[in-house]
T-cell receptor
Framework: GQQLNQSPQSMFIQEGEDVSMNCTSS?????WLWYKQDPGEGPVLLIA?????ELTSNGRLTAQFGITRKDSFLNISASIPSDVGIYFC?????????FGAGTRLTVKP | EAQVTQNPRYLITVTGKKLTVTCSQN?????MSWYRQDPGLGLRQIYY???????DKGDVPEGYKVSRKEKRNFPLILESPSPNQTSLYFC????????????FGQGTRLTVV
């Protein structure tokens, strides 16, 4: 099945820096979701987007649903050490959900 | 507390010895699914279930079975595990339809030797 192209694969940043990651696909999705996975845990939903062009914030996190419905991005502002983890994008049509390979974020204090 | 519970969290087994990983959710979700997570590959769907007694194959179903006799439970069965099934497994559940935000269990790390 179609997986999503998520980039970058990994990021090493300094505390306080902003972070940007994105996801693209050749397929259209009705919903885009962003999850975070902490070590040893399951993915936890951060943001869900339901309409093309939608821009949604959750604290320091901002995500957008691309106009073409084939892409999405996630920004994290003023990163802190607890932002460390793997971030996954997911595109969904009905209950068919596809995941990106993840972006591993490391934040240096 | 709303949650998806998987057991066991860790399992080491030998090739060919049947095993079952249990998954239970307390949110009355219709939809449940199993994923495996391997380095660099993200999450790949193994099987899913739209409702009780309704199951279907995902992207990587070979070597796995599931059942959905009750709404809350969705066990994953490996009849004859092989080393290439060594992976991190996640169960997830959600309501059906557009706003189907999935909740994940904590994962089961399986090693087949």
């Amino acid at each position: 099945g179609q997986q999503l192209n998520q980039s970058p694969q990994s990021m090493f940043i300094q505390e306080g820096e902003d972070v940007s990651m994105n996801c693209t696909s050749s397929s259209i999705f009705n919903t885009w979701l962003w999850y975070k996975q902490d070590p040893g845990e399951g993915p936890v939903l951060l943001i869900a987007l339901y309409k093309a062009g939608e821009l949604t914030s959750n604290g320091r996190l901002t995500a957008q649903f691309g106009i073409t419905r084939k892409d999405s991005f996630l920004n994290i502002s003023a990163s802190i050490p607890s932002d460390v983890g793997i971030y996954f994008c997911a595109g969904q049509v009905n209950n068919d959900m596809r995941f990106g390979a993840g972006t591993r974020l490391t934040v240096k204090p | 507390e709303a949650q998806v519970t998987q057991n066991p969290r860790y399992l080491i087994t030998v090739t060919g010895k049947k095993l079952t990983v249990t998954c239970s959710q307390n949110m009355n979700h219709e939809y449940m699914s199993w994923y495996r997570q391997d380095p660099g590959l993200g999450l790949r769907q193994i099987y899913y279930s739209m409702n009780v007694e309704v199951t279907d194959k995902g992207d990587v179903p070979e070597g796995y079975k599931v059942s959905r006799k009750e709404k809350r439970n969705f066990p994953l069965i490996l009849e004859s595990p092989s080393p290439n099934q060594t992976s991190l497994y996640f169960c997830a559940s959600s309501f059906r339809g557009q706003r189907a935000e999935a909740f994940f269990g904590q994962g089961t790390r399986l090693t087949v030797v």
